[in-house]
């Protein structure tokens, strides 16, 4: 009797932490911290590359510039090709986890050697891994989160999750240059590898969403049976019910979904238009990227998440040597502003909510507008005195206010795109779905704003100075405003 209890116990505790580990809060919880390091790592490199490019990798402080641009894009660049690779793994509800480990596990790789490598160019080597890391996990950890979450909630949960993205990056500048100006260059990944560390051990704990729809079906299968079996003796079946779950009709439901991506080719045709060679080739290796890119709205949230990225990443690619060439502020300094530009983002959860319930066009519009009426103004910084740095900060933390309404409605619209299309043409993304191709397409977007933002700035402000490349961002973030 008592190893009976016992064995009872057991089983009940273990259904409980099996319960924790697919609960919706412990997956947010998981892909938030592992967001929340590629904001950390990517952000405390800000501050310290225009100082430690000088003074320990040997960079000529005329080439400063150059090095720290490339450093940003060749991060853009390789996290746009490994959203895609990811998007095609993930799309195998199988493998949507390993690959999230896999990305945390080259984060981890990249990390070390950014800390190691002093040459230009093995820290850029180690950048390339940390791209890469980041369009993994940003990929397959989003494809997770949406598998796990109902419909209607997905605004929210997404504007959580990018509440610990928007953490790492308005802390990260702050604590790399604090953490390099009293300890050091190696010490400034110290934090970064055990946050890594934590994200990996919660990415092994979390259990994959199918299993918590296991678990409600579990749940569901029980009830039924408790009900049909009131009355009879427990586990007695008739056999009228035995010959209904096993009719032909029944049999057939599970085969269903999956031969419905092929009965659905007329359907295919009609959204993709007529099949000649090239869209021929791109629907047989790439069919779900090709459908969804052929929706406007799927489009429209593709451009203003490329147009967000491109303008936040463009302050990192100036906005430092700027405000050390202006106001002579060291890297802690240098890193303490972006603090006004991204401490207003830590309220996603508040824009996700605004989007479920306006809708995500007009909250992104809004966000679009009021960044772009922010932005002009900085231009008239041009000196050092303390009402100056007063203008900057007020001027970046309303930019950031703007910016915060964009991102997070943008990703939960994408999904909500993805999904109407799967209503109007039913089976056609086959039975693994579309939301890992569509996770995939808005990382690419979040990639390519990481390569255009540093590289367009950075070459305006190099040549034409601060107020023209404060114009040239104005004029980029206005070009949302018609989608």
């Known amino acids: 009797m008592a190893s009976q209890n016992f064995l009872a116990n057991s089983e009940h505790h273990g259904s409980e932490w099996m319960r924790v580990r697919s609960s919706k809060w412990f997956l947010a919880l998981t892909v938030g911290t592992s967001l929340f390091n590629d904001g950390l790592v990517y952000g405390m490199l800000v501050p310290v590359l225009p100082f430690s490019l000088v003074e320990r990798s040997g960079v000529s402080p005329d080439k400063t510039q150059f090095w720290v641009s490339a450093m940003l894009v060749i991060h853009g660049l390789f996290m746009l090709l490994s959203a895609n690779v990811a998007g095609w793994l993930a799309e195998r509800r199988s493998w949507r986890k390993p690959t999230f480990l896999v990305g945390l596990a080259l984060q ?3 990390t070390i050697m950014f800390a190691l490598g002093s040459h230009p160019y093995l820290l850029a080597t180690a950048r390339s891994l940390q791209g890469a890391s980041s369009g993994v996990v940003f990929t397959a950890g989003l494809s997770l989160l949406v598998a796990g979450i109902d419909r209607d909630e997905l605004g929210w949960w997404i504007g959580i999750v990018f509440t610990g993205l928007t953490a790492g990056l308005t802390f990260a500048p702050l ?3 604090l953490i ?3 300890a050091g260059y190696s010490a400034v990944f110290a934090a970064a590898l055990v946050a890594i560390t934590v994200a990996f051990l919660l990415g092994l704990l979390c259990a994959d969403p199918q ?3 296991q678990l409600k079906k579990g749940d569901s299968a029980q009830r039924d049976y408790d009900t049909f079996s009131h009355g009879q003796p427990r586990g007695q079946v008739s056999s009228d019910t035995l010959s209904s779950d096993t009719s032909p009709d029944n049999r057939m439901q599970g085969c269903d979904h999956e031969e419905s991506f092929l009965i659905n080719k007329p359907s295919r045709e009609r959204l993709t238009g007529p099949l000649d060679k090239e869209r021929s080739f791109l629907m047989r290796y790439f069919p779900t990227s090709t459908i969804l890119l052929r929706s406007p709205r799927v489009l429209a949230a593709i451009y203003g998440t490329l147009l967000q990225v491109s303008l936040l990443t463009s302050f990192d690619g100036v ?3 700027f405000v050390h060439r202006t106001f002579n502020w ?4 240098s890193g303490a502003i972006f603090i006004a530009l991204a401490l207003p983002s830590v309220f996603g959860g508040v824009a996700g909510t605004l989007s479920d319930r306006f809708g995500a066009r007009v909250v992104a519009l809004v966000g679009f507008i009021f960044s772009s009426i922010m932005i002009a103004p900085m231009c008239l910084v041009n000196h050092n005195s303390v009402q100056q740095v007063v203008l900057l900060c007020a001027l970046l933390v309303l930019t950031g206010c703007g910016t915060a309404l ?15 299309l799967e209503k109007e043409h039913k089976g056609i993304f086959g039975p693994d779905g579309p939301d890992s ?11 390519a704003g990481t390569v255009i933002g540093p590289a367009f700035a950075g070459a305006i402000y190099d040549k034409a100075g601060w107020s023209v490349a404060i114009w040239a961002l104005a004029g980029l973030c206005a070009s949302g405003i018609p989608m």
């Not at 964009?406 to 109407?420: K, N, V």
Request: glycine share 6%.
């Open 406 to 420: 964009m991102l997070s409605p943008l990703a939960a619209d994408i999904s909500l795109a993805a999904e109407q």
């Open 319 to 321: 906005l430092p040597l």
């Open 108 to 110: 981890f790789a990249g």
């Open 175 to 177: 604590l790399g240059g």
């Open 180 to 182: 390099y100006a009293s």
């Open 211 to 213: 299993r918590r729809q």
């Open 330 to 333: 060291d890297s802690s300094a």
């Open 437 to 447: 191709q569509a996770y995939a397409l808005f990382n690419s977007a979040h990639a």
